[in-house]
């Protein structure tokens, strides 16, 4: 089994296409840039959220770690 696992690997290694025949395309470029753009968009809405969470911690909307830890610890009538 171990052959024949070396065997293709060896095989799927050494046969690849020639390197005149590869070459960039415009495609994988548009791809690219479009995850560049989404991973933008994504850091954008995070940072958005994060601020929001602070705010309404600030505001005293949101329980602070604080609060959460008394009631976990209180006891229970």
Known sequence: ???LIA???TTWAT???K???VKAG???FAVFILLLVA?????WSLSRQLKKAQRNKD???LPSSKDRQ??????HA
Request: glycine letters at 10%; zero cysteines.
């Open 59 to 61: 505001a005293g909307i």
């Open 15 to 17: 046969d690849g296409p």
């Open 7 to 9: 065997t293709l690997a």
């Open 19 to 21: 390197p005149e025949d």
């Open 1 to 3: 089994m171990n052959t």
């Open 26 to 28: 415009w495609t994988a």
């Open 70 to 75: 008394k009631e976990r610890h209180a006891p």
């Open 39 to 43: 991973v933008a968009l994504l850091g």
